[in-house]
């Protein structure tokens, strides 16, 4: 069973900083990616930010600049490192997993970030 766990969420002031942890378990198969999602109330699910098994990363144009996602194949973590924070910002981050098999993709059950003054 794959399990994803996030964490790190919070509140924070706008351009402050806030660091995200995913961890998951139970993976038995080949990684293709692994990134961060997240959905603010009334949007849909946006990627965020993503890195392959070969360490290219990849981010929406919302967060360059200001995100830096890392993972750690060994382990099977994935981080995000978010500064300047915006209220926009606001949202549940999902923390995502997508091997190389069809249909192989696993979600996390999400993290609320609130960036607030």
């Known amino acids: 069973q794959v399990q994803l766990v996030e964490s790190g969420g919070g509140f924070v002031q706008p351009g402050g900083s806030l660091r995200l942890s995913c961890e998951a378990s139970g993976v038995t198969f080949p990684i293709n990616t692994m990134g961060w999602y997240r959905q603010a109330p009334g949007k849909h699910r946006e990627l965020v930010a993503l890195?392959?098994?070969?360490?290219?990363?990849s981010y929406s144009d919302a967060v360059k600049g200001r995100f830096t996602v890392s993972k750690d194949s060994a382990k099977n973590t994935v981080s995000l490192q978010m500064n300047s924070l915006r209220l926009e910002d606001t949202a549940v981050y999902y923390c995502?997993?997508?091997?190389?098999?069809?249909?192989?993709?696993?979600w996390g059950e999400g993290t609320q970030v609130t960036v607030s003054s």
């Open positions: 890195v392959t098994s070969g360490g290219t990363t």
């Open positions: 995502n997993v997508d091997g190389f098999i069809y249909g192989m993709d696993y």
